[in-house]
């Protein structure tokens, strides 16, 4: 692991990883790298843009309503800007058949419960399991 590395862990069910700057969390996926979205970090990450409500654009401009969507292009230059500073992490998951494993083992529990930390094993979480009656 190398300081450009975050590892990942589950909470509540989410595949997550810590900032090594603000510490927040954030959502990861496997071969992606992790910026950090929160507010100290780069909120660009969150943009959100405005769009006509589908449906409404042949009406006139006093009846159009506008839905919140991603703001693509924001988020893209925040992304570089952060790959730019050096702000931008890979992330160390389990080896991708342990992933799978361990998304198995989880699923059975209420979201609330779905927890694992780096170096939990399968046979850990089934057996915890077994104690909470899931399976
Ligand atoms: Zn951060």
Redesign the pocket.
Known sequence: MTEKTVQAYVNDGRWLAR??????A?PVKRGELMV???M???PGLNAMAQRIKPGLEKLPPSKWLFVNVPDLAERELTRQEAIKRGKAYEVEFPPEKEQQAIDKALRPRPVHAMHWQPGQTVKELTDLNKEMGVS
């Open positions: 900032c090594p700057d603000c510490n927040g954030n950090c979205g929160h100290s970090c780069f």
